[in-house]
């Protein structure tokens, strides 16, 4: 063989073994997100290394995602993303009192049994169609919608019916279990969920309006032995997991519709998914621990029924004022939930935490 041509057979054969590191050392776009809750809830363990792992599929490596704990309290992290402090973060609706009304859409008790992936995939579709005109995220960009879990009743002492709440001093977190705690003659108390146990405790709550998870994560179970439940809860809870608009003029149109692509219906499914996984743990310990079950009866559920009919009724009038058509978004709502009950689930396409 010619010495030159070998010469250039070695050149290129060096520059092949060369060629990824040299892919690697171009400029890898970040996308940081803002967490709350501990390092141990299903938003750190499931969602963001699974986004982090379908974003990076998604754009070739051009694009990573970087957790950061403790940016700010949960109500704070609207602010931080819009403000550009963080690229991304979840939201709960209800944190922010009064700037969201249409977000309580899929927090009346719905008296049927669903998931929350299934909840929050219909949630995505039916804030496009119907309550994103209300301009309730205005400065952010809104990448997915989720709900989670069956919010229940759980207390010190047993309670047989709806009668027994009235009186009671129960935890709630604002949105829709505000408005069913007062109609139930329930003493609302606002705390974290962090904060039940030591005021469970201390005898300074009954109680708390909480979901399933909860049992385990915020040990309720030890505290409250005692669980009132109706099918599909008394309560769901909204979030939205956002992005900075500035974000995107960080990398390529191309990169952009791949990012968006894996969010959206995904990782809305995502979102769900991990509350309905964070549910199971949340039951099991409570089993463990001797938790008594047991379900609101007939004249309850007909009282409930009413109560939320009410709350339905006069939550239409507010968001009308914001440019949804309640019944509509409601009836859609119904149908997308039909939908996803039909659709192919997301477990299979979940990552494993690295």
């Given at each position: 063989m010619h010495?030159a041509t070998?010469?250039?057979?070695g050149?290129?054969a060096a520059?092949c073994?060369?060629?990824?590191?040299l892919?690697?050392?171009?400029?890898?776009?970040?996308?940081?997100?803002?967490?709350?809750?501990?390092?141990?809830?299903g938003?750190n363990?499931?969602?963001?290394?699974?986004?982090k792992?379908?974003i990076?599929?998604?754009?070739?490596?051009?694009?990573t995602?970087d957790?950061?704990?403790?940016?700010g309290?949960?109500?704070?992290?609207?602010?931080i993303v819009?403000?550009?402090?963080?690229?991304?973060?979840?939201?709960?609706?209800?944190h922010m009192a009064?700037?969201?009304?249409?977000?309580?859409?899929?927090e009346f008790?719905?008296?049927?049994e669903?998931?929350?992936e299934?909840a929050?995939?219909?949630?995505w579709?039916?804030h496009?169609e119907?309550?994103?005109?209300?301009?309730e995220?205005?400065?952010?960009?809104?990448?997915?919608?989720?709900?989670?879990g069956?919010?229940?009743v759980?207390t010190?002492?047993?309670?047989?019916?709806?009668?027994?709440?009235?009186?009671?001093?129960?935890?709630?977190?604002?949105?829709?279990?505000?408005g069913?705690?007062?109609?139930?003659?329930?003493?609302?108390?606002a705390?974290?969920?962090?904060?039940v146990y030591?005021a469970?405790?201390?005898g300074v709550v009954?109680g708390?309006?909480?979901?399933?998870?909860?049992?385990r994560?915020?040990?309720?179970?030890?505290?409250a032995?005692?669980?009132?439940?109706?099918?599909?809860g008394?309560?769901?809870g909204?979030?939205a997991?956002v992005v900075?608009?500035?974000?995107?003029?960080?990398?390529?149109?191309e990169d952009?519709?791949?990012?968006?692509?894996?969010s959206?219906?995904?990782l809305?499914?995502?979102?769900?998914?991990m509350m309905d996984v964070s549910d199971?743990?949340?039951?099991?310990f409570?089993?463990e621990q001797?938790q008594?079950?047991?379900a609101l009866d007939?004249?309850?559920?007909?009282?409930?029924?009413?109560?939320?009919d009410?709350?339905?009724?006069?939550?239409?009038?507010?968001v009308?004022?914001?440019?949804?058509e309640?019944?509509?978004?409601?009836?859609?709502?119904?149908e997308?939930l039909?939908?996803?009950?039909?659709?192919?689930?997301?477990?299979?396409?979940?990552?494993?935490?690295?």
């Amino acid at each position: 063989m010619h010495h030159a041509t070998r010469l250039l057979l070695g050149a290129a054969a060096a520059f092949c073994l060369s060629a990824p590191a040299l892919a690697q050392t171009e400029a890898q776009t970040t996308l940081t997100v803002s967490t709350w809750g501990g390092p141990n809830h299903g938003v750190n363990t499931i969602v963001w290394p699974t986004w982090k792992a379908w974003i990076e599929e998604a754009t070739e490596g051009r694009v990573t995602l970087d957790v950061v704990h403790d940016m700010g309290p949960p109500a704070s992290q609207m602010d931080i993303v819009a403000d550009g402090i963080a690229d991304a973060s979840w939201i709960f609706h209800a944190h922010m009192a009064g700037r969201f009304l249409a977000t309580q859409l899929p927090e009346f008790p719905t008296f049927e049994e669903f998931s929350s992936e299934d909840a929050s995939a219909a949630y995505w579709h039916t804030h496009r169609e119907h309550l994103a005109q209300a301009e309730e995220h205005r400065g952010v960009d809104v990448v997915a919608m989720g709900v989670h879990g069956p919010g229940q009743v759980f207390t010190r002492d047993a309670v047989a019916d709806l009668d027994d709440l009235a009186g009671l001093r129960l935890r709630v977190g604002g949105g829709v279990m505000s408005g069913l705690a007062e109609a139930l003659g329930v003493t609302g108390v606002a705390l974290p969920p962090t904060g039940v146990y030591e005021a469970a405790s201390q005898g300074v709550v009954d109680g708390a309006m909480l979901t399933l998870e909860s049992l385990r994560s915020f040990r309720v179970a030890e505290v409250a032995p005692h669980t009132l439940t109706v099918d599909g809860g008394f309560y769901r809870g909204s979030f939205a997991i956002v992005v900075n608009p500035m974000f995107w003029e960080r990398v390529s149109a191309e990169d952009r519709q791949a990012i968006e692509a894996v969010s959206g219906e995904s990782l809305s499914r995502l979102f769900g998914y991990m509350m309905d996984v964070s549910d199971e743990r949340g039951v099991a310990f409570g089993e463990e621990q001797g938790q008594v079950t047991q379900a609101l009866d007939d004249a309850g559920i007909a009282r409930l029924q009413e109560i939320t009919d009410e709350l339905i009724a006069a939550w239409s009038v507010e968001v009308a004022e914001r440019g949804v058509e309640a019944e509509a978004a409601l009836e859609a709502f119904r149908e997308q939930l039909a939908r996803a009950a039909e659709a192919e689930g997301i477990a299979s396409r979940v990552v494993e935490p690295r």
